[in-house]
């Protein structure tokens, strides 16, 4: 059907109708880019806004915050709330919400330490029965809302206090148990980093991918008589990030260097973007999260989408229990406790995971808990106490749900919902 | 054509039959004792006031609601809707009144919802292409297929919703108002597209208050009163007559009116043999 004899050029099929404006050159693109964030399509932006204004105003109180070996140990700490982050977005893209995130991680990180420190089981059995757990907690949630039709919200505030009650029963009189430090868990928690030449290589992934897919894509689109991106944009693009992560990457690597756990939260980011943007499972999702009654009318078995979100949510926050027990060293009541779950929310909501439903991406966990989480170093660093931390962090947080309510109004007006 | 098309489907099995439906909301009884039949290659228009069932019958074939009582039958099996995805597998699609679209999604992934291609690795190439040219045979005036659904206007919607129902190759397709929301030429067209539809060998069951569109296409008019039959009618048959079956009486003003025109008419011809 692309076969055009006689030589003329002929409108591809996407490009026949003349009221669509086509963003091909440079320049071009980046007003699409302004228009898309003025009609309140803000993507990632809000979030690099973050990133500097926080570099800038903790870095000029305190130079030690741009470290390499402090934003090492800022990695250590995103991987372990920001699992848990990973799990909110599934929820939040329903537009439901997951509250006892933080107590789920809790009883995680207390079954771990029960099972393999008091009771001798081997580690990976123990970190087995804790994401069981997770994924019990998830079913349970997950029958609650299906079946007897109770608010996520309602649900997972009574989960919140009940998990709390069992993480502290299960620990017992003691409170606390320690992790043995010359375990491999404690180990990959506190100081497992990757070699140099292999955080290098890894990173130059994304932008061989992006490139290879790109051109396949292209081919793809050209011969099936589509528009295809132009190859100046896409190699511009692969560049600019390949070049960003190699940077961020030789840097960190002037200090320790990148931590294996936070590669493991990254990994999961990008298996997670995957499955939530190139599978039915995930357009299913977004598709739920926009309007249940048109999924369940074209045939998505509604139920089984809620019920694989609240199950993968809980299974990443007893993750995230895990790898907190580890960073840790430790099994204790205080795991999970205080701010672990607004963190998780707040870092899947700055990252533009919209709190109303059927909007968001793996990335945002992963983008927003590195703002959260350099705010709450920044803010350890200036030696604050935990009463101002508390007000700055919510303040934080109000600043970007208002940002949030703001930008669904203007995509409401603008015709993108 | 429509007689050599109605004597054609006469030999054949109806694609569904509806026997004794039922269905109630509490103490309203919105559909009592229903029969339909829909033949391979018919156009059935649905036609009633408002309150008269239309909409309920179709979300009763749609797997939406399930009835109170009675028994479907589709292609000679008897059948139970339970789902909507029932529904859609057996071949019965559906375009509601209330377009069920989600508002977030582009025009592709709408089209698709429920059943995408490779569904672990979503072919984007191949469902754009099937998505331009499902809406060329329509003759759509779609600017965008990766826009989201929330940026067209309501008859693109519409338009979107029926290239929706046509994609699985269902055996029968309902269409609750098609046209209530469109212009005279996106009108002509579904008309148009429906005719088209009917010679694939489809049942329709169309749902429509334009007694003109529904003339335009209907090979038999079903007329549903307080949710129960009340009559059926050929295309031929008078205004008069249905608007009556329709409204339950035989004296109102539209039946005047109509029977003040067709006086006007019998007078003028009055000469003729």
Avoid at chain 1, 128 to 157: E, I, Q
Avoid at chain 1, 188 to 201: A, C, E, N, R, V
Avoid at chain 2, 201 to 220: F, T, W, Y
Wanted: aromatic residues 4%.
């Amino acid at each position: 059907m692309n076969q055009n004899p006689s030589g003329t050029p002929q409108p591809t099929l996407d490009r026949s109708d003349e009221r669509v404006r086509h963003d091909d050159s440079l320049a071009a693109m980046a007003k699409g880019f302004f228009l898309r964030v003025r009609s309140g399509d803000l993507g990632m932006l809000p979030v690099a806004v973050g990133l500097v204004v926080i570099s800038v105003v903790f870095s000029t109180l305190n130079p030690v915050f741009l470290a390499p070996n402090n934003l090492v140990n800022l990695l250590f700490d995103c991987a372990t709330v920001g699992v848990i982050a990973l799990g909110i977005v599934c929820v939040l893209v329903l537009g439901e919400i997951d509250l006892s995130v933080g107590s789920m991680s809790g009883l995680a990180s207390a079954i771990v330490g029960v099972l393999w420190v008091n009771t001798g089981w081997p580690v990976a059995g123990a970190i087995l029965a804790a994401l069981l757990s997770g994924v019990c907690v998830g079913l349970l949630y997950a029958a609650l809302y299906n079946r007897l039709g109770m608010p996520s919200f309602v649900a997972t505030l009574a989960g919140l206090l009940a998990l709390l009650g069992m993480q502290l029963y299960i620990l017992g009189p003691s409170g606390s148990i320690n992790l043995p430090y010359a375990s491999s868990l404690v180990r990959f928690g506190q100081i497992q980093i990757m070699p140099d030449w292999l955080s290098h290589t890894l990173v130059l992934l994304p932008g061989l991918i992006m490139v290879g897919k790109g051109i396949r894509t292209r081919r793809q689109r050209l011969a099936a008589n589509l528009s295809a991106q132009p190859m100046r944009a896409l190699i511009l693009k692969a560049a600019v990030l390949t070049i960003a992560l190699e940077i961020a990457v030789f840097y960190l690597n002037l200090g320790r260097g990148v931590p294996w756990m936070f590669a493991l939260f990254v990994g999961l980011a990008v298996v997670l973007n995957y499955a939530l943007t190139r599978t039915k499972w995930g357009r299913s999702m977004f598709a739920v999260g926009g309007n249940k009654e048109a999924a369940r009318r074209s045939g998505i078995n509604v139920r089984r989408i809620y019920t694989s979100a609240f199950v993968l949510c809980s299974t990443l926050a007893a993750l995230g229990g895990v790898l907190s027990a580890s960073r840790l060293a430790s099994s204790s009541q205080q795991a999970g406790a205080g701010d672990v779950n607004l963190n998780a929310i707040a870092a899947a909501v700055i990252g533009g995971t919209s709190l109303f439903g059927g909007r968001g991406s793996a990335y945002s966990a992963l983008l927003g808990i590195i703002v959260i989480q350099a705010i709450s170093n920044g803010l350890t660093l200036l030696n604050l106490s935990s009463s101002l931390r508390y007000m700055i962090t919510g303040g934080v947080l109000a600043i970007a749900v208002i940002v949030d309510s703001l930008a669904r109004r203007s995509r409401v007006s603008h015709g993108r919902a | 054509m429509t007689a050599t098309l109605q004597s054609a489907s006469a030999e054949r099995e109806p694609v569904l039959r509806l026997r004794g439906i039922s269905k109630n909301f509490g103490a309203v009884s919105a559909l009592t004792d229903i029969e339909l039949d829909v033949n391979p290659g018919e156009v059935v228009a649905l036609v009633g006031d408002n309150g008269a069932g239309k909409s309920t019958l179709v979300k009763v074939l749609a797997g939406v609601h399930q009835p109170s009582a009675g028994s479907i039958e589709f292609c000679g099996k008897p059948v139970s809707l339970d789902n909507p995805a029932k529904a859609l597998e057996l071949g019965i699609a559906t375009v509601f009144q209330d377009l069920a679209l989600c508002e977030n999604l582009d025009v592709v992934a709408n089209l698709f919802l429920g059943h995408e291609l490779t569904p672990w690795a979503l072919d984007e190439v191949a469902m754009e292409v099937r998505a331009w040219t499902l809406l060329r045979e329509l003759a759509a005036r779609i600017p965008s297929v990766r826009e989201p659904v929330a940026s067209l206007s309501g008859g693109q919607r519409q338009t979107v919703a029926i290239a929706r129902s046509l994609l699985l190759d269902p055996k029968v397709i309902m269409l609750d108002e098609p046209t209530a929301a469109l212009g005279v030429a996106q009108t002509a067209e579904v008309l148009n597209l429906i005719e088209r539809v009917r010679e694939r060998g489809l049942g329709v069951i169309i749902i429509s208050h334009n007694m003109e569109d529904v003339r335009a296409v209907a090979d038999r008019i079903v007329v549903l009163r307080l949710g129960r039959n009340n009559g059926v009618f050929l295309p031929d048959s008078s205004s008069q007559e249905l608007v009556s079956a329709i409204t339950g009486a035989t004296d109102n003003s539209v039946s005047r009116r109509l029977e003040r025109k067709a006086g006007h008419a019998h007078d003028n011809n009055g000469g003729a043999p």
